[in-house]
């Protein structure tokens, strides 16, 4: 999530934060991509997941998180998705979502993709100039590559209803600024005709219910996950054609 200092529904395209990040709400780790020769198998789309530690799922095991359990929810009858590589990593903001994620859909082949990403670019102090051209530049680059009904976005979280969300600065601008980057990546998308998946208020309820908070403190827990999986479901059912 968060990253280097201690991402309404953009539909899938249909195909957990650029350089090593500091232990934080985002901390460290590397992508894992999987090769492919087909976009469709078995009348599942292959699926690729981009952002940062909210989708690779910190502090959460591998089912838990948000687009494992997406593929989970819609079951096996076609048309459906399967989840061939996450590619998200903690700590990365959108400079490195489109310098090191993008490049690596090449080999990934996706038929669908998901994108959540945002909360680095707060907790780094990134410019909303240069957080705007970078989330300008990936769309560019998804919808050339699926069209934009096979890409869903989702809205950033936020973390500082948390235990640890003080960590970060002063909370209220925090909140404010991540409703901002959430205004700025909806709006984008919107122009291009991307769904959004807006998960914000979901996100709240962790202020009163710590199951909702995963065991660092700081990201979702994979109940909270849950809860945006309702949400995305059906959004991602209709890009389908369900």
């Known amino acids: 999530m968060i990253g280097r200092l ?3 529904l953009v539909i899938l395209v249909v195909a957990g934060c ?4 500091t232990p934080g709400p985002g901390g460290t780790g590397s992508p894992a991509s999987s090769a492919a020769t087909t976009l469709v198998t078995d009348g599942a789309l292959r699926y690729v997941a981009l952002g940062d530690s909210y989708t690779i799922g910190t502090s959460v095991g591998i089912d838990e998180r948000w687009p494992n359990q997406l593929v989970a929810a819609l079951g096996t009858t076609p048309p459906t998705l399967d989840l061939v590589a996450n590619l998200a990593v903690n700590g990365y903001t959108s ?5 090191n994620e993008l490049p690596l859909l090449d080999g990934a082949r996706p038929a669908f993709i998901s994108l959540l990403v945002g909360v680095n ?6 410019p ?3 957080f705007r051209r970078n989330v300008d530049a990936i769309f560019d680059d998804l919808v050339a590559r699926l069209g934009a009904e096979r890409i869903v976005v989702v809205t950033t979280p936020d973390y500082t209803v948390t235990p640890a969300g003080g960590d970060y600065g002063d909370l209220a601008a925090q909140a404010a600024q991540i409703r901002r980057y959430n205004d700025i990546v909806s709006m984008l998308a919107a122009g291009r005709g991307i769904v959004v998946v807006d998960i914000y208020d979901l996100s709240l309820r962790a202020a009163s219910d710590p ?3 995963a065991r660092d ?3 979702p827990s994979g109940a909270q996950y849950a809860l945006w999986v309702g949400r ?4 991602v059912e209709e890009l389908l054609g369900r």
């Open 6 to 8: 201690r991402v309404i």
């Open 18 to 21: 650029g350089t090593a990040a």
């Open 95 to 99: 400079r490195d979502v489109l310098g």
């Open 121 to 126: 670019d707060v907790v780094q102090g990134v």
């Open 128 to 130: 909303e100039s240069t």
């Open 211 to 213: 199951t909702l908070v």
């Open 217 to 219: 403190g700081l990201h």
């Open 232 to 235: 995305i479901r059906p959004a």
